[in-house]
């Protein structure tokens, strides 16, 4: 009798863990398990099992809030049923090898802070749809196959703290309207093909401390404002069209060197001029 009640006991507490988790966040992982070949992950899931002891997912209250599966050998793409885990805050796909585009339903992903899926092989534009998640403060997207231009959207996620779009093959100009970004602490666009000149409005970004542009073709000079970046700790320019080159600075006091580079660039205009 004592067996059969501790059988009992156990299929109630199996159904029951079961239970909590929302019928559609299941199923959202088991479609990402499915559309990145699970099975050959470095550390897979029992699909019988309850989910909390799936590796990379963390559960808060019974809803799926993170996702973390870097260096997991995922391969093939992102499904759209990824939009449905709407209670997610961090998702962290990086050093896989992910292709594909990147879906639309990831608009659906409102908690969302951190979007990480830096060191795969997605391809096509970077969604406008990026841009309603405006609980985002991290965003890497570096070191993938994207194209097309920066979304203007991406410029209303007042949050950020760090954008890395690095190593891609994006194009056109650094939005203007960057300078909404009032809270970013690092920039990285650089080795895409992106153009124009730097926009000076970068130098509203007061709490930047990184900014990593080098490896475009960008031209023009450096805005003489960036030295009032005083939080600014490196950057990087080089290997572009600028009228100059400037070298690349990284210290515990660079916006010293920086004003030096910035006031001899001055120094030469004007000598240039006369």
């Not at 515990?252 to 004003?259: E, L, V």
Request: charged share 20%.
């Amino acid at each position: 009798m004592k067996t059969i009640k501790l059988l009992v006991f156990c299929l109630l507490t199996t159904a029951y863990s079961f239970a909590n988790i929302a019928p559609t966040e299941k199923e959202a992982l088991i479609a990402l398990y499915n559309a990145t070949n699970g099975t050959e992950w470095n550390s897979s899931w029992d699909l019988n099992t309850s989910v909390d002891t799936w590796y990379g997912i963390k559960l808060e209250n019974d809803k799926i809030v993170e996702i973390n599966l870097q260096f997991n050998n995922l391969q093939g793409y992102l499904p759209q049923e990824i939009g449905n885990l709407v209670n997610l805050r961090k998702i962290n796909l990086g050093f896989n090898k992910l292709a594909g585009t990147l879906p639309n339903a990831l608009k659906n992903l409102k908690e969302l802070t951190a979007l990480e899926l830096f060191m795969n092989k997605f391809e096509g534009n970077i969604p406008s749809e990026l841009g309603e998640l405006k609980k985002l403060e991290s965003l890497k997207l570096y070191s993938n196959q994207l194209t097309g231009e920066i979304p203007s959207s991406i410029m209303g996620l007042t949050n950020l703290k760090e954008l890395l779009l690095g190593s891609n093959f994006l194009t056109g100009h650094i939005p203007n309207e960057i300078y909404a970004l009032s809270k970013l602490q690092k920039l990285s666009l650089m080795d895409n093909k992106m153009d124009g000149e730097i926009p000076s409005e970068i130098a509203q970004l007061k709490d930047l401390e990184e900014l990593l542009l080098s490896t475009n073709q960008f031209t023009g000079d450096l805005p003489m404002e960036f030295m009032n970046l005083t939080k600014l700790n490196t950057m990087m320019v080089s290997d572009n069209n600028l009228n100059q080159e400037y070298i690349s600075v990284s210290g515990k006091n660079p916006p010293t060197i920086m004003r030096l580079e910035l006031q001899n660039s001055a120094a030469v205009m004007d000598i240039e001029k006369e």
